[in-house]
């Protein structure tokens, strides 16, 4: 249950007295400064985004391009699609993470152009 009261209050100001008669201070510091307000892209959508495309094609080219019938000839071992889709995600969804967080920093860079500057009211209560 909280004991605080509104500041207007006659029992928020003799809370105000008490703290000053009880040798408790209140510094506050109030100033205005300008800040920057801009749009920021969220890089972990973009970079999830890019491993989901990177899988996707993965996929695709798993089952459209059959490969060969045979072993490898580097190492003599004949691979099922399953492990060439894998193989494929593993490759195909790094440079699709990598190519989403480039597309990110790009939207990110050009965002940086549209910035405004706006004044903001800074206060610090300090209680001593």
Known sequence: ????????????????????????QHWTSDEILAASVRRVPKYS???VFGVVVGIFVALILTFSWNGSAGPS???????SSAQVFGFL???CGVIGLGIG?????VIDKISGRRARTVLADRETVVDD
């Open 101 to 105: 967080g480039i597309v990110a920093l």
């Open 45 to 47: 959508v973009f970079m």
């Open 89 to 91: 995600a593993i490759f």
């Open 73 to 79: 000839p580097l190492t003599g071992v004949q691979y």
């Open 1 to 24: 249950m909280s004991t605080e009261q509104p500041e207007g209050t006659p029992a928020a100001q003799s809370g105000a007295m008490q703290d000053a008669a009880a040798g408790r």
